[in-house]
Every structure is written in C-alpha cells, then in structure tokens.
C-alpha cells in the first residue's frame, strides 16, 4: 500500500523567503509528527498531532516554524523568513495510533542559501 | 549531555563477521526502545523493537538493560547490504507526547 509521502522532495530557498513543506502520511493513520535531521546528526522531534490536534510542539526551534494539520490527514510544516541553519532534512512519520511504529516519508530536503 | 548517545563510527567489518554497537539513553523514564536503520540519502526504517527480555529476528539480536540504561544491536554473518547507518531510538511516552528521541546513529560498512 502507498506509504508516508511528502512534497516537494527538495526545495532551494533564498534566506528571508517563506516555504511550506507537505506531508501525506498513511490512510488512516491517527498520529503524525514531523522530524529534523542536519547533515550527519539523527532525527530530531519537532511537532505531532493526534488528528488534528497539535498535541506537542516543545521541539520546533522557533516561532517561525508553524505546523498545521486542519482536517487531521494532510499535514503542512511551514518555515517564516528562512535562515541558512534550517537547512536541513525534514522527516515526516505516521503512526496507527499512540505508541504504535511511526513510518517515515522520504523527506524534504530544504536548502537555503 | 545528550538524551541518546551512540559511537558514530565507522566500523568497518569484513563480511561474514558479527558486529555489535551500543547505546545509551538518560531518562530512566523512556518507555520503548528501538533500533532503526538508516540508508544514504533516505528515510530511517525500524528494523526492530527492544524488549527487556531480549530478542532475535534472524541475524540480528538486540537486548535491553533497563538498569545501566543501555541498548545493544548485535548482527551477526554480516551482509554487504547491512551497510548503513543505524540509529539508536528511544521513546520517552507519557503526557501526550510521542515523539522519538534519536541518537546520531552508528555508520556500518560492510568489506568484501
């Protein structure tokens, strides 16, 4: 069956420019989070949502980054007035529900210049 | 101090050996474990859970000790195509929150 996906997979932004990142996850999956992975470092948590509510939101590094997931399937990562250190990878994963496997998308790889 | 720690690596390994890698968490209070893996250039994959007990799934063996708070991932007869980064990945749990804690993740390279 079709799996996380998430558009577009690479995005070239100009430092001050605003970008909106897209997730898909599985159908029907409840819970969804979205992840940051530098170069050479491991994912780190950012946001998740049980349907549409944004349960926890302790790990997105500033108030330019926005997350939202209305209707509790589509979720959008947004990033206000880009900086060269939010060059990075950023992972989305679902999950059935509460403690069950998250599956990862293939990722956004967002480059500002 | 980080939450999740790992030797980054890289071990090189001649095909056919066994390697082990460990890592260690911080919060006494994670909940679940897991070892993922991790292609270049693509998205982390679970490749097991962690259970106190210990557990097995063909050549790869992973076991848990709640009390030194540390993690194990032994492959063994290792494969070219175990190449990979594999990341160490704990789960804290609780007050809604379920997002997981990654370590940086240990570089394997399999030699012919």
């Known amino acids: 069956g079709a799996g996380v996906s998430q558009s577009p997979r690479y995005k070239v932004a100009k430092r001050g420019q605003d970008v909106a990142l897209r ?55 947004k990033i206000q007035r880009t900086q060269q250190e939010d060059s990075a990878v950023y992972l989305c994963a679902s999950s059935l529900a509460i403690g069950e496997t998250q599956y990862f998308g293939p990722g956004t790889r967002l480059l500002v210049l | ?23 260690t968490y911080s919060n006494s209070a994670s909940q679940s474990f897991f070892w993922y893996r991790q292609d270049c250039r693509k998205e982390p994959k679970l490749l097991m859970s962690v259970y106190s007990s210990g557990n097995e799934d063909g050549r790869f063996t992973a076991q848990l000790n709640r009390a030194s708070q540390y993690i194990s ?40």
């Not at chain 2, 190449?83 to 990654?102: E, K």
């Open chain 1, 23 to 77: 997730c898909d996850p599985i159908s029907g999956h409840v819970s969804l989070f979205w992840y940051q992975q530098a170069l050479g470092q491991g994912p780190e948590f950012l946001t998740y949502f049980q349907n549409e509510a944004q349960l926890d939101k302790s790990g997105l590094p500033s108030d330019r980054f926005f997350a939202e997931r209305p209707e509790g399937s589509v979720s959008t990562l």
């Open chain 2, 1 to 23: 101090r980080k939450e999740v720690e790992q030797d980054p690596g890289p071990f090189n390994v001649p095909e056919g050996a066994t390697v082990a890698f460990n890592c």
């Open chain 2, 73 to 112: 991932l032994l492959i063994r007869d290792s494969k070219l195509s175990d190449s990979a980064t594999y990341l160490c990945v704990v789960n804290m749990g609780g007050g809604g929150a379920d997002g997981l804690t990654f370590g940086k993740g240990t570089h394997l390279i399999i030699q012919p």
